[in-house]
């Protein structure tokens, strides 16, 4: 077999938001060119913005000396195709996607009771587990997330099992083992026990990865105490110590602030505490590697406390609004210094998709000069708590790299840069009614360009029209992950995937991928070891 | 040719949202059995909710004496189908539709005038209105809409194109030309110049309806003051004596109390009424066929007002969030004894769904104990203003009905009611990861169902994570209207549309139709009289 070329080559339109400084104001950077990465890194090699036809494209080819069967991947223009970062979801519960939809009238505190610890709790059994878990995985691979931050469950088994399916399926991930071992806000059926096992447990399932995923190239651990209600103040503790005990210390999760019911229950339980951010402050869980979700009821003084402590929020718009928990203030956040990006929160969130995260940060943040937050905030309601889409695109992508210290890496088209992105599609220019068919077909995008629009408005259009049939392919570390296979590359001659021998079949490669590794089920049984 | 068979039978899963008495808890009615529609009236001949089995539906065939070639239309229990009623848009801006989800970060007053009045004055060219309205019946009906009450533009040519256009596709809409004469709320270039000019082309598209279709049985006129700013008193005058002047009485559209700005503004042009709503009243523009769009920020005294009218009001959440208008009181409103519907309002809404809609309305309504509206109410927030999905399903359906003045016809499953109704796949229970594919098709639904769901619970799924993949076919007045055409039907052996003989072919019976009539390009330009 001849050895594989050098790199692979990218043409056509890139967007993405550039890096900027806090407080300036995000613009779209819209770029035709061609881009190459490293096939041995996965890292973009470089990149030439003045390079406009295939004539100069072969030039490029001839100037690297690259062979000839070097891999072309093309964003096709009459399409309205375009690259863009992989999106990044910093806060998602996989074990909870098979209820995405199922919160009724519910709040945070019930919600769990009622629909979340159950669910969770089952998942103890394996061939339960790798369903759910699969399946998040294809959801939000499907929809572009390159890179998602889950809590899993407090089992060892099932939580091996979803780093070992998010490895093999070739999405960058954070994983964390839950833990809860306070008995008076676990359900007896579903808690850690003691801070003892707890701990156990987690180290357990961090030498897991560690040995999965030795470098993290991929996927590493996360340290993840459910939230303060749920942990005895000797969880918190050891977690905040086995942290700061790894170099780099570990990454770390949980949730704050989220519903006033919850700010009061943790007022009540830690007394001691000036504050619901000073109860992790003072068991050193605040980090420049913790993922804060939520955070829709900090102070002022907690906002400060977490931006010193360059600690990360997760804002998830969908699930706040959905249980009914309030409108975080991103604005607020953002002036104090704290580094926010989005999260879905499935299954509190409905939605796999960081583009509806997206959409929602938008939504909510026009509603917020209607709420008490931004009077008792202090800012006047001018719009200026306003979300542009640019700027909630860049929470998705930028901001999310950020949150998971990984913001030189991640989320835009930099030379060095993984390759983490997607190939988005919105189709071809709206066709005269009278060539206009009555039944559409459900390859064809919902997005609809008149072909008057710019760039910046067929983004705009992408942002609150589109969907995951939009994500024609999904590469992570230049490795391609997720593909739609709706035959339009047959239809087409095979202009966009042409030039990608093997790595088209998406279907068949994966399971070849695991007939010839160790089985999915074999793996199940394997590495899950259930307490 | 044989005679049509005088039924056409549907088999499977009906869900609908019985009728309730105001105030009373709104549930899901799930029925299992057959029910069939007459061929000449369009209209539900009768239901048997006892018929589970084959052997039972041909005995039912057997008993009524129906022909050997009745259509059977079946939904299919293995890929978790059923029969819904369709949605009822009361508020959408046709041609609007372009501009979807550009709006940037922009509130009503400057949406208006810098995407809103460009857009529609652009549509006097009638290849640009024609693209347009195509469509966004297009996306309707594909969404599920089987009736829109439609704002047009102040041209009588694009106008009248838009009521051909619906009619010709059978969609059950309202059409109404926009009324807009102030001069100094509107661009100069775009007022219809005079309050008698308006009323003159609004005479004139309403003689084009009825002559399109005399019994109004698709396609009727609706009065389309746009709001008070743009209309002269002399206009609103004439206006409410026009609609008086038919028997029954015209419908009536319009805006109110959508922003505060608004408020103010109607305030300030109109000292001498008490209130905006109180505006429309003394222009006998409050009838029980008027429907008010927005209603954001009326008073309990307007509300009062509005309610003892029997004038309707459309709620449209995902167009009030987007331009930060606010959250509409529901609760209040129905408690207040007002009629309400939802509309999608595109493009201040960014999106052509009514399930979209839904969701919003659930959503901000789990907001609204966050905002100033509900304090200053008076009410508490104690939940009981949040919206079931129930409920947003009701609005969708038996309200938008009640809204268009036919809660006796449209609207559910009853004996007698026109026969208006989604097919809606679930699709399949998520199958074991071994099996899985890595590449997903498109024509999958996206909502993931477990296998573990009651019915109730894959309802609420669908409503949350569902989308225009899972609306399969859509009928009025129990004809198809559309239909998806994924490769199903050959895939499947044709089980759903396999008693369907020439219904099944969407795309090329729409060109036949065309072609057989009146085409499309020479409709335009036959009906299509330019001011």
């Known amino acids: 077999m001849a050895p594989a070329p050098p790199v692979t080559l990218f043409y056509g339109t890139f967007v993405d938001l550039p890096r900027t400084k806090s407080g300036s104001k995000h613009e779209l950077s819209i770029r035709h060119g061609a881009l190459w990465v490293s096939t041995s890194t996965g890292r973009i090699a470089g990149s030439d913005w003045s390079i406009t036809n295939e004539t100069q494209l072969q030039a490029l080819l001839r100037k690297n000396a690259w062979p000839h069967n070097v891999r072309i991947i093309r964003a096709r223009e009459e399409l309205n195709e375009f690259f863009f970062p992989g999106f990044i979801d910093t806060h998602i519960h996989a074990p909870q996607y098979p209820n995405s939809g199922l919160f009724g009238s519910s709040t945070l505190l019930d919600w769990l009771e009622t629909y979340t610890f159950p669910l969770e709790s089952s998942l103890g059994n394996l061939s339960k587990a790798r369903t759910a878990y699969d399946t998040v995985i294809s959801r939000t691979l499907a929809n572009g997330t390159t890179y998602a931050s889950y809590f899993a469950t407090i089992h060892i088994g099932a939580t091996n099992l979803l780093a070992t ?15 809860m071992d306070n008995p008076s806000f676990c359900p007896s059926y579903y808690t850690d026990g003691s801070a003892q096992e707890s701990l156990r447990a987690t180290r357990e399932n961090i030498a897991h990865i560690h040995t999965l995923d030795p470098e993290g190239k991929l996927v590493k651990p996360i340290l993840t105490p459910r939230f303060a209600p749920t942990c005895s103040p000797e969880s918190l503790s050891s977690l905040g110590a086995l942290a700061a005990s790894h170099t780099p210390p570990l990454h770390i999760q949980t949730h704050i602030s989220e519903n006033k019911d919850e700010v009061s229950l943790v007022q009540s339980l830690f007394p001691d505490s000036e504050s619901y951010a000073g109860v992790y402050d003072k068991h050193a869980l605040l980090t420049k590697r913790t993922i804060l979700a939520h955070a829709v009821h900090l102070t002022q003084a907690e906002m400060e406390l977490v931006a010193s402590r360059d600690a990360k929020v997760s804002h998830c718009p969908a699930s706040n609004s959905a249980l009914g928990s309030g409108i975080a203030p991103v604005r607020q956040l953002l002036e104090t210094g704290v580094t926010v990006g989005l999260g879905t929160d499935v299954s509190g969130g409905y939605s796999p998709s960081i583009l509806e995260a997206a959409r929602q940060a938008c939504l909510v943040s026009r509603l917020l000069r209607h709420t008490h937050q931004i009077s008792e905030s202090g800012k006047a309601k001018d719009g200026h708590e306003v979300l542009s889409v640019e700027e909630a695109l860049y929470l998705a992508t930028r901001g999310g ?40 077909t459900p390859s064809d995008s919902v997005v609809d360009i008149f072909g008057w629009e710019s760039w910046a408005e ?56 695991v007939a010839g590794g160790v089985g999915i089920g074999a793996l199940g049984l394997l590495l899950g070891r259930r307490r």
Chains 1, 2 share one sequence.
């Open 401 to 440: 790299a950020a949150v998971v210290d990984m913001a030189d890496d991640l989320g835009g088209f930099e030379e060095g840069m993984l390759f983490d992105t997607q190939l988005i599609r919105l189709g071809g220019v709206v066709s005269d009614s009278e060539e206009r068919e009555m039944a559409s």
């Open 165 to 179: 399916l998010a490895h093999a399926r070739g999405q960058r991930a954070l994983i964390g083992r839950v833990c």
């Open 458 to 513: 067929r983004v705009h259009k992408w942002v609150w029209t589109g969907n995951d049939r939009n994500v024609r392919a999904v590469w992570v570390g230049g490795k391609l992950v997720h593909s739609l296979n709706d035959g339009s590359r047959v239809e087409n001659g095979g202009s966009v995937f042409g030039a990608l021998p093997g790595l088209t079949g998406g279907s068949s490669d994966w399971l070849k991928y």
